[in-house]
């Protein structure tokens, strides 16, 4: 069993930065036994891959629409992963998820997920 929290959303201008924060407790298993992903949610939109990071942070994959701009990384000493957001736009605004998958695979697919947290708010103004 994993429960993860977010932290760190807020409301910002556009070309701010922000940094997503993700603490995983868990009671069986290990951190590194998972790979972790953001997801966002945009208001009247279906949830989108944002990152994904595998278990070692020696991978990382983005979406089209933050490469270059964002950066996911994780902390195993601190079961923490983080999502470094710069140059923010109005469109990246939305509820963003952290993930924990168990299996390796399609780290853009929401099926691949065993865990989610309750999300973070972030709004970027114009």
């Known amino acids: 069993q994993m429960q993860l929290v977010e932290s760190g959303g807020g409301l910002v201008q556009a070309g701010d930065s922000l940094r997503l924060s993700c603490e995983a407790s868990?009671?069986?298993?290990?951190?590194?036994?998972?790979?972790m992903g953001w997801f966002r949610q945009a208001p009247g939109k279906e949830r989108e891959f944002v990152a994904a990071?595998?278990?070692?942070?020696?991978?990382?994959w983005y979406s089209d629409s933050v490469k270059g701009r964002f950066t996911i990384s994780r902390d195993n000493a601190k079961n923490m992963v983080y999502l470094q957001m710069n140059s923010l736009k109005p469109e990246d605004t939305g509820v963003f998820y952290c993930?924990?998958?168990?299996?390796?695979?399609?780290?853009?697919?929401?099926?691949?997920?065993?865990?989610w947290g309750q999300g973070t708010q972030v709004t970027v103004l114009t």
């Open positions: 993930a924990a998958a168990w299996y390796t695979g399609d780290y853009a697919k929401e099926t691949l997920y065993d865990y």
């Open positions: 868990l009671s069986t298993r290990q951190f590194t036994d998972y790979g």
């Open positions: 990071v595998s278990w070692s942070g020696g991978t990382t």
